[in-house]
Antibody, heavy 119, light 109 residues
Framework: EVQLVQSGAEVKKPGATVKISCKVS????????MHWVQQAPGKGLEWMGL????????MYAEKFQGRVSITADTSRDTAYMELSSLRSEDTAVYYC????????????WGQGTLVTVSS | EIVMTQSPATLSVSPGERATLSCRAS??????LAWYQQRPGQAPRLLIY???TRATGIPARFSGSRSGTEFTLTISSLQSEDFAVYYC???????????FGQGTKVEIK
């Protein structure tokens, strides 16, 4: 069974950095892209960026460029999303999701990680 | 950036009835469109990709279609577990992860 298991909820202060992990099982980690999606409370879905675990290449949405870093550790079959200079508007659930390619549907998704930014 | 507009925002339907959800793209996305279901407190689940292909394990009561830049998700006979929020996503154009519609909530009438 293909599974993406994310790390637990985080509470951070404004200006801090958060790093979320997404561990893959049930398929070859390097065969698919890993995408990250943000969902603010009561809001819709917004694509943040992706990593190709095969070569580590990344692409980011303009909105998050400069604050987000997505990496992949093939020795651990785990992807990471790091978001810096946190502000209250970054309070959201963050999902990792597998994609066949850069332009692709997402399936499956991780269970989500809630990040709360509060002073 | 392509804008995806879903309608209606909320759809009230009785169990057993048919639900029709719409998603319009601001420009052509070919058939590179997916639909997701999100139940409260859960991650989105892929229902349809390529505008009309059901994902693995998705019941046949879910179907998708395309007419130009207009896309439709039809749930033929609503079951209790189908009351949820549905999102469309285009993955044809920048950004690489595509863009999502704002969602349609299907609620019990």
């Amino acid at each position: 069974e293909v599974q993406l298991v994310q790390s637990g909820a985080e509470v951070k202060k404004p200006g801090a950095t958060v790093k979320i992990s997404c561990k893959v099982s049930g398929y070859t980690f390097t065969d698919y892209y890993m995408h990250w999606v943000q969902q603010a409370p009561g809001k819709g879905l917004e694509w943040m960026g992706l990593v190709d675990p095969e070569d580590g290449k990344t692409m980011y949405a303009e909105k998050f460029q400069g604050r987000v870093s997505i990496t992949a550790d093939t020795s651990r079959d785990t992807a990471y999303m790091e978001l810096s200079s946190l502000r209250s508007e970054d309070t959201a659930v963050y999902y990792c999701a597998t994609g066949l390619s850069m332009g692709s549907w997402f399936d499956p998704w991780g269970q989500g990680t809630l990040v709360t930014v509060s002073s | 950036e392509i804008v995806m507009t879903q309608s209606p925002a909320t759809l009230s339907v009785s169990p057993g009835e048919r639900a029709t959800l719409s998603c319009r793209a601001s420009q052509s996305v070919s058939s590179n469109l997916a639909w997701y279901q999100q139940r409260p407190g859960q991650a989105p689940r892929l229902l349809i990709y390529g505008a009309s292909t059901r994902a693995t394990g998705i019941p046949a009561r879910f179907s998708g279609s395309r007419s130009g830049t207009e896309f439709t998700l039809t749930i033929s006979s609503l079951q209790s577990e189908d009351f949820a929020v549905y999102y469309c996503q285009q993955y044809n154009n920048w950004p690489p992860g595509g863009t999502f519609g704002q969602g349609t909530k299907v609620e019990i009438k």
